[in-house]
């Protein structure tokens, strides 16, 4: 893993990204499409890229056996101590690893969670090696579920904080524009690390090279993490409410999946069928 990323994620940023402002929406959101796609509790989930353990210590709690794995030892000993603080629903285990070579046997999780490590393989031929790995340990016909940051995130972004009045940051969301290939050659962590931007419609095409079959690619956040306040607006159930709801009728309108900041594609696993 280039050392940028490295160092961009030593920071210890992670754990609480999801804990204000369009990080609760996104939240809240991933953990609904989970809960669409997962079969129930007590099924064996890998989340790998699970990072400090927001979701699989969430999963666990409601009955799931969760195992964890992430190129961050800082994440893994992070998650470490989230399944430490709910010791009635521990993870099932939590190591550090590499999403394109998965220390797992075939078929042996009923669901694989790819929720970051898509967003830092920039080539191609590694995403689809690791999907190609989700689709290797996950049973025949079990739920594959990749997140990836839309490619046109940070223009969006750009223009709602005012970052693009900075020609640096301008040149990036331009390039992103141009290719996906976000890179940050400056000293500013809000700016990100290296990763790659998902244009909506290349998600499907990589997870049917993977041998998945693709069943959606759907918005998490679409444009409501844009909107003003949004911790006033979480705050409050029925705006929170009217929030998710015009979120949900949005989700899969293919003309505005990329004002979504993150998409969420879920693909299934092969099934092997009687000769």
């Known amino acids: 893993m280039q050392d940028d990323i490295a160092a961009y994620y030593n920071l210890g940023q992670e754990a609480a990204r999801l804990g204000h402002g369009a990080g609760r929406l996104e939240l809240a959101r991933t ?20 990072g400090a353990g927001v979701y699989g210590c969430w999963l ?12 961050m030892p800082l994440h893994v000993e992070q998650a470490r101590q989230a399944s430490a603080r709910q010791p009635q629903h521990p993870l099932a285990s939590a190591e ?24 830092h393989l920039t080539q191609r031929a590694e995403r689809v090696a690791a999907l190609r790995e989700a689709g290797r340990v996950v049973r025949p016909g ?14 969006l972004d750009g223009l709602f904080t005012g970052a693009m009045d900075d020609p640096a940051f301008a040149a990036i969301a331009q390039q992103d524009l141009a290719d996906g290939q976000h890179r940050n050659p400056t000293a500013t962590p809000h700016y990100f690390t290296t990763a790659y931007l998902h244009h909506p419609a290349e998600l499907k ?43 949900r009728a949005l989700e899969g309108e293919a003309c505005l999946l990329g004002a979504s900041a993150h998409l969420l594609a879920c693909g299934r696993g092969a099934v092997i069928r009687d000769a």
Request: proline residues 7%; glycine residues 8%.
């Open 31 to 50: 953990q609904e499409l989970l809960l669409r796609y997962l079969p129930p509790a007590p099924a064996v989930v890998y989340d790998v890229g699970g």
């Open 60 to 71: 666990a709690a409601l009955g799931y056996e969760v195992h964890l794995l992430d190129f």
């Open 142 to 155: 079990g739920a594959v579920l990749a997140a990836v940051i839309s490619r046109f995130a940070s223009t």
């Open 96 to 119: 550090v690893g590499d999403a394109r070579r998965l220390p797992r046997a075939d078929v042996s999780v009923d669901a694989l969670l790819l929720l970051g490590p898509l967003y």
């Open 205 to 247: 095409g990589e997870m049917e090279s993977a041998g998945l079959r693709h069943e959606a690619t759907l918005a998490i956040e679409g444009p409501g993490w844009m909107l003003p306040n949004l911790d006033q607006a979480f705050d409050q159930p029925e705006r929170r409410e009217r929030l998710l709801a015009v979120v």
